[in-house]
């Protein structure tokens, strides 16, 4: 009988850990460094050593475990090979089998933007739909599309990179992808830090923005404080990702947008931005789509690893 369930986040700087429950109760998390000198070689190897190490500590039968999902930034396809992942320094790994390997145990891995989605359709701001798109607004725009309960991968794995959908011709550099224009340019943080100094540079119109630091949290805080030039920042923003995610609706049809990344945080505000411009463009089948913000912060990728596995 399966009664465990580790759940793995593999960023950048740490890979997060999660022990779980079959049901999804988390009993356990704990981090680990990522070690990505020598092309990220040691990665998949300590996160075998931690896993198998806390069944031991733990004194866990394998036979309980029903595997560990696996989620890291860059494509995955069904069969659980990684195409490459520049934040690991990894080229080609075929993460799946290698971690079987290692562990024993089932692999199931997906990419870190659409396991997060599946966390938050599970346990978080989508938990009661089984069709949710998840947007993340942080230093870029990663996406996932969750389709009755299945993750929406795409045959190259780049299902749900919504981050980069053409949506303006109206930028002067390129995106890290080498496309210009992307969603990730204006909507980000990093965008919407970009569309503010622009605006700021177009005139003298009076800020507390011109008193400060520039980043999206200061511009929605002045927002909120009834600011007049960051207000038009956040509509140039809305209208940029609410169009976007009227786009994305014709394509996916989810029942609910759950909006997370640390531009989130600043709350009900920026889904009535986006909300404000999806509603105007949307089909009209797709209008009354449910808006919510994401609820598991930083564990939206552990809980969505464990749950690719169960």
């Known amino acids: 009988m399966k009664k465990y369930v580790f759940g793995i986040d593999v960023g950048g700087t740490t890979v997060k850990c999660g022990l779980f429950t079959v049901k999804g109760e988390l009993l356990e998390k704990w981090e680990i460094p990522t070690r990505t000198e020598n092309n990220g070689a040691a990665i998949l190897p300590d996160v075998a050593e931690t896993v198998l190490?806390?069944?031991s500590e733990k004194n866990l039968d394998k036979e309980e475990v029903a595997g560990i999902g696996i989620g890291v930034p860059g494509p995955v396809n069904d069969q659980g090979e990684v195409a490459g992942a520049v934040n690991l320094h990894w080229g080609y790994v075929n993460l799946a089998d290698d971690m079987e390997k290692m562990t024993g145990l089932a692999i199931k891995a997906g990419n870190d933007a659409n396991v997060a989605a599946l966390g938050e359709m599970w346990k978080g701001g989508g938990a009661g739909s089984d069709s949710v798109v998840m947007v993340t607004l942080g230093t870029g725009v990663g996406g996932g599309i969750i389709n009755n309960g299945k993750i929406v991968t795409g045959v190259h794995g780049a299902g749900g990179e919504i981050g980069h959908i053409h949506v303006t011709d109206d930028v002067e550099r390129n995106c890290n992808c080498g496309n210009r224009g992307c969603l990730e340019q204006v909507a980000s943080a990093t965008g919407?830090?970009?569309?503010?100094?622009r605006r700021l540079q177009k005139d003298d119109m009076p800020s507390v923005l011109r008193n400060g630091q520039v980043s999206a949290k200061t511009v929605f805080d002045a927002v909120k404080a009834g600011d007049a030039l960051a207000m038009e920042v956040a509509e140039e923003f809305g209208k940029y990702l609410g169009t976007a995610l009227a786009n994305v609706a014709?394509?996916?049809?989810?029942?609910?947008?759950?909006?997370?990344?640390?531009?989130?945080?600043?709350?009900?505000?920026?889904?009535?931005?986006?909300?404000?411009?999806?509603?105007?463009?949307?089909?009209?089948t797709c209008k009354q789509v449910r808006f919510a913000l994401a609820e598991l912060?930083?564990?939206?990728?552990?809980?969505?690893?464990?749950?690719?596995?169960?």
Do not use: R
Not at 192 to 197: E, K, Q, S, V
Not at 297 to 310: E, P, R, T, W
């Open 192 to 197: 919407i830090t970009y569309l503010a100094n």
């Open 297 to 310: 912060g930083n564990d939206a990728g552990i809980y969505g690893a464990a749950k690719m596995v169960l």
């Open 250 to 284: 014709c394509v996916a049809d989810p029942e609910v947008f759950v909006i997370g990344g640390g531009v989130s945080k600043a709350g009900q505000v920026v889904i009535d931005y986006i909300k404000k411009y999806y509603t105007a463009n949307a089909f009209m």
């Open 53 to 55: 190490k806390k069944i």
